[in-house]
């Protein structure tokens, strides 16, 4: 039945473990980055941000950054030494970009989740895109004072 909610709910994204997505059968996992994989004030990859895309690559799960933020220069300086492809200015909750990455790397909708902090965008897109969307805790900045 067509749900409008996130079919999995998760505080990080290092919850998604490589055993859980090659459980859920996950061959392609499209990832939000602003406050999902990073927070917004973070200019380089953490440690293990590029961990964690380490041991998705080595279970075969392949990676796509699939973000709302157009600022093609900065993604593209984030995403470079992480080594995955990056898609700026997705406009989701728009489905194109996710179907168009799916049709790119031919992976099938059923092979494929988007991960993401934010139900109006990413939890959407992929309802429109007719795969799983799994949910992540949105990631907040810790105001040192
Ligand atoms: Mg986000």
Redesign the pocket.
Known sequence: MFSIHADKKFERFEDVTPELLKKSGVKLLLC?????LRLHSEKEPAEELAEWIEKCKKADVKIVII??NGRKKMMRKFCEPLNVPCVWWAKKPLSVKLTATMEKYQFKPEETVML???WS??VLAAKFAKIRAWKVE?RRDIIKI
């Open positions: 939000d980055l602003d406050n999902t973000s709302n993401g902090d934010k965008t990413d949105h």
